[in-house]
Structure formats: C-alpha cells, structure tokens
C-alpha cells in the first residue's frame, strides 16, 4: 500500500531553515505531483508548493516564494521541503500529498484534490 511519510520537523528561531522530507513507499505507478501543505491552529489547510515530477518544475505559494523550495530525489523517492528565513507565522503542522486530480501544473489551492496524505510533521517557528 502506497504511504508518505514526513519527517525533519522541529523547533526554530526566527530565521531560521529547517528541511523536510516525503519518503514516498509501495508506489508502483510514477506519481504525476507531490505537494507539501501547511495548517496551523485554528486555520484551515493551505497549500505551500508542489513539484510535477515529470518536469521537475515547481509552483509555489506567494507567501512563501522566495523562501522554500520544492525538490525531489528520484533515487531516494523522496521529496523536500527546504524552508529558509523562517517566520512565526509559518508555524504549523506541514503535509505531504500525492494523487491529485486532475492538472499538476499549478500551485496547490484545494485540499480534497489530494487523495493520499502523510501523517504531518510540526513546524514551530519561535520570535
């Protein structure tokens, strides 16, 4: 059975990078994308950046762009989130996803698009 697993979360000071991974398991198919969502407290789940692994292109969020990048290693069957100049509002618990539906080639926007999810990993981003 395909599985995501996320790891590499932790604490940090504004500033700060920290790198998650998505070990991605039991795929016996390509995955068209990846993507890595966020939800902190209270809020509802937002999307970050994703990667369409054909192309190796990337799309990101306009409130993180600049700051985090979106990578995959095909060896490992691993995709990063490589998060630089950390802010308190960046606080969160932070998903990877696969299976969408539909196009791959846009920003992720809508959580339900996603079909497989891993279990989160904590981002806590202190000021």
């Known amino acids: 059975q395909a599985q995501l697993i996320e790891s590499g979360g932790g604490s940090v000071q504004a500033g700060g990078s920290l790198t998650l991974s998505c070990a991605a398991s039991?795929?016996?198919?390509?995955?068209?994308?990846v993507a890595w969502f966020r939800q902190a407290p209270g809020k509802e789940r937002e999307g970050v950046g994703s990667?369409?692994?054909?192309?190796?292109?990337?799309y990101y969020d306009d409130s993180v762009k600049g700051r985090f990048t979106v990578s995959l290693d095909n060896a490992k069957n691993t995709v990063y989130l490589q998060m630089n100049s950390l802010q308190p509002e960046d606080t969160a618990v932070y998903y990877c996803?696969?299976?969408?539906?539909?196009?791959?080639?846009?920003?992720?926007?809508?959580?339900?698009?996603?079909?497989?999810w891993g279990q989160g990993t904590q981002v806590t981003v202190s000021s």
């Open positions: 996803a696969a299976d969408k539906v539909g196009v791959c080639t846009e920003v992720p926007h809508n959580p339900s698009d996603w079909l497989k």
């Open positions: 039991g795929y016996t198919n390509s995955r068209d994308c």
């Open positions: 990667i369409y692994v054909r192309t190796g292109r990337t």
